[in-house]
């Protein structure tokens, strides 16, 4: 698991498409979801704006490094995994959804 801020908008997709990316993903697709997400079958990557003094967007990595691509039950389990982890971590940092899609986190 990896969390990274940026000062800059990040492509999860073309991260997880990457061969050159410490989290490239297996097969990996955007979800449909509050986040930008990409799933894989052996991990998945989020992001969300989220202004801070580190950065202006946050991103979390997660990949199995012993999971064996490809199984939609593991698939399936890593997306559950995402849909909760995320979300509670953004609230964990500060980060709020403000209408629009825009995040700040409250502790600036």
Not at 42 to 63: D, E
Request: aromatic share 8%; net charge positive.
């Amino acid at each position: 698991m990896r969390f990274a801020w940026h000062p800059d908008r990040v492509n999860v997709l073309q991260i997880a498409e990457s061969n050159d990316s410490l989290s490239a993903l297996t097969a990996p697709v955007l979800l449909s979801s509050d986040y930008e997400t990409a799933l894989g079958g052996n991990g998945a990557i989020s992001t969300i704006p989220c202004k801070t003094g580190v950065g202006s967007y946050f991103t979390l990595s997660v990949l199995l490094e012993k999971k064996r691509p490809g199984g939609s039950k593991g698939r399936a389990s890593i997306e559950r995994f995402m849909r909760a982890y995320f979300p509670a971590t953004v609230k964990t940092l500060g980060c709020a959804r403000r209408p629009g899609g825009e995040a700040t986190a409250r502790h600036e």
